[in-house]
């Protein structure tokens, strides 16, 4: 294992700002969903089809990614990517304001809305793609996994987010407002973050060499594991995804809880999403990866099959939460093994699964919306039981190892 230098551990803390912050921004702006829909006056399908404005200009950004790490470097491509993301947020949030307040007509505030949305989502993928290529950077120097700790910030950023903003609804914060001072805050968090994340290019220090341990597929062909891998890694993210785009939805609409408390739900599951990732390295090397995995799948059937049959608030906030834990470590697992499976390319794995996860997020709340308008915003969550079965089912792609690779 490699000596573990002062630098090497401040740009860990590093890293972890970024993941923190890149999870608070958009935590921000999901308890507002609800209020962005009555604004704006969209159906179930608009709605569903304005959230996946964010994953589209994630798709678009994601283009440009590669080129600006190898021009700019993973930190700064990271860090200064979170202060322009604090500020389209910001800009987006006073649009809503502004349509609230009548100062913009319906169509034209939903438009520009609409395009900062979409510009976020731009920006948020190469922000997202930076911190994790530094993290690959960090963990080299470690010579184990680390992985686990990073997506437990991005986790911890979403509770803060979340619960910032119900705070902010709670005292009637417009959300221009809240958008600016939390864009603010988190992105000179970012900036300050840079500072100490680690000098030069990609790939040119000898001390990165060093390997963290693998997560193997079982022995099939690349295409079949690959495929196998991205079924787990999408239904795993299925849950982030619904928890994000409709659980505050589902809280006020169909159950009738406030505003300020509709959220509750959504900052359950990224609390226990948390705290999954905070345990995940440990779970992994003590019962292996196909193990956690299919432990995940069962809480997040369970969980969720028991606040379907038996909605109610506390329920449906237990339901999330135990699918939250349960999802903790299924995308970083699946995207370790893809980017291990022999007979790929080194990275190709890895680039087809990431891409592949993104056109799922672009095209399920767009389906989902539509299936809301006809049935019902219950029907949102509905998906997440068998999400938790889909798990289950593809953990069979992993080979019974106890230690974890990036």
Sequence with gaps: ????????????????????????????????????????????????????????????????????????????????????????????????SFSEAGWLGIGIGYAAFAASFFACGFCDANVDVGQNAHGLRVQKRYGRSIINSFHAAWSGGVVAGGLLASVAIAVGLPIGWHMLLA????????????????????????????????????????????????????????????????????????????????????????????????????????????????????????????????????TTVTGLALAGFGSATIVPIAMNAADDIPGLRPGTGLAVLAWLMRVAFLASPPLIGKIVDIFGVRVSLWALPFAGLAVIASSFVLAAQTKQRI
């Design 183 to 314: 864009g603010g805050l988190f992105a000179l968090l970012g900036q300050v973050a840079l500072r100490y994340t680690l000098p030069g290019p990609e790939g040119q220090n000898a001390e990165e060499e060093a390997n963290a341990a693998a997560v193997h597929t079982i022995r099939i062909s690349p295409i079949l594991a690959l495929a196998a891998l991205i079924f787990l890694s999408i239904a795993g993210a299925l849950v982030e995804d619904n928890a994000q785009a409709w659980a505050t939805l589902y809280m006020r609409d169909f159950l009738g809880i406030s505003a300020a408390l509709a959220g509750s739900a959504y900052v359950a599951a990224f609390a226990a999403q948390l705290i999954g990732r905070m345990v995940g390295d440990r779970m992994i090397d003590n019962w292996g990866p196909r193990t956690v995995i299919g432990l995940g799948g069962l809480l997040i059937t369970v969980g969720m099959f028991a606040s379907m049959l038996f909605p109610s608030a506390f």
């Design 1 to 96: 294992m490699q000596q573990v230098t002062a630098q090497t551990r401040q740009a860990r803390a590093a890293v972890t700002a970024l993941f923190f912050t890149n999870g608070a921004l958009m935590a921000g702006m999901v308890p507002r969903y609800p209020a962005i829909k009555d604004v704006f006056e969209l159906s179930g399908s608009t709605y569903g089809l304005t959230v996946t404005l964010f994953p589209l200009g994630g798709m678009c950004g994601g283009a440009i990614t590669a080129w600006a790490i190898r021009k700019w470097g993973s930190a700064r491509v990271a860090a200064s990517g979170t202060a322009i993301l604090g500020v389209l947020f910001a800009l987006a949030g006073f649009l809503v």
